[in-house]
């Protein structure tokens, strides 16, 4: 018997249905919701990705606005459109798209974002909340990957998960939030020796390396039955590919993600729903 598809894309429009909802009370109450995306340079997939998110907060009435900058501006530059949109009462998010040119730091950029505003949950203040188990804004495909397990109510209490991936956006806030449900998380990354020994230990394995030519979890490494979240999206040999081959998984798995459809339409969700937070939490503050 073959496992039980984890569909990101339904599970998704459960959650876009829900968020189309709190846009309309938002409105009720004259809150235009609003998210401000900050893309730098003129890579293809960042671009797609932000075009993808525009798409979708169009879909269920966020507000968008764009802010595309030139490869070669300077982070003084950044900082200070960053600060204008922090200061600006009709954005709600700012999410600056990642991976950034060489001459930005990641860090010093994200860092200058409002945590109010924050819906990547990547500035200190929010990551700090998260580890205290008091985050209103989390990074969005760790918030996906929570969403698929409530849907199909898999069981997370006591359970050996093993993550695989170490990252701010996606490992880090994954640990915390696995750890809140009491699960024992092993965290692998590229310098952990033995990831096969680990994976048999796993009830739930989350990967999220994204390059074949250096990973990938065949069914042999995992227990029968396990549930495989594959996060990764790369091109393999002119394929969209995840870590993981999933009609090979499925055979063995309980559970699982196909890649593309599974947590990538998850993570898009999950920034309207952080934004719909963002302005639920900005208008808060104004009363
Ligand atoms: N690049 C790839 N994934 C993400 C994401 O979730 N947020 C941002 N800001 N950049 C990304």
Redesign the pocket.
Known sequence: MTGIKIDGKEIAQTVKDRVRKAVKELKNHRINPCLATVLVGDNQA?AT?VKNKHKACEEVGITTKDFKLASNITQSELNRIIDELNNDKSIHGI?????LPDQLDEFTTTSRISPLKDV?GLTPYNAGLLAMKKAALV???PLGVMEMFDYHNIELEGKNIVLINRSN?VGKPLYHLLLARAATVITCHSKTKNISELCQLADIIITAVGDRNKFTLTPDMIKKNAVVIDVAISKYKEKLVGDSDYDQIIQKASYATPVPGGVGPM?VAMLLKNTITAASLSSKIEK
Do not use: E, H, K, M
Request: proline share 8%; aromatic share 8%; hydrophobic share 40%.
């Open positions: 960042s990705y999410l600056v798209q990642l991976p990547d990074a969005c495909t956006l993570t």
